[in-house]
């Protein structure tokens, strides 16, 4: 039955690669998405753009809860809870 049904699926091996390499492809961007460093690097630069005056401080607060949400969304995936 398992060379029956491979050869009944071959037509179907495109579309199955395409959407291995799409899971690929979002796998990748929720890691760097996630990743601790790169979010605490925007902060950085976020502060650094508040200090030069290049953005106020409504827009400084709403990026910050914006990027410590997903600092905390990665601590809570990275242990499970």
């Not at 390499?21 to 796998?27: H, I, K, P, R, S």
């Not at 996630?34 to 106020?56: C, F, M, S, V």
């Amino acid at each position: 039955m398992g060379l029956l049904s491979e050869v009944l699926l071959l037509p179907l091996a495109p579309v199955r690669g395409s959407m291995w390499v799409l899971d690929q492809v979002v796998a990748d961007a929720e890691r760097q998405y996630y990743d601790p460093t790169a979010i605490q690097e925007q902060l950085g630069t976020l502060e650094k753009q508040l200090e030069a005056g290049e953005i106020d401080e409504e827009t400084f607060d709403r990026q910050e809860d914006a990027l410590l949400d997903r600092l905390e969304a990665t601590r809570t995936r990275q242990t499970g809870a």
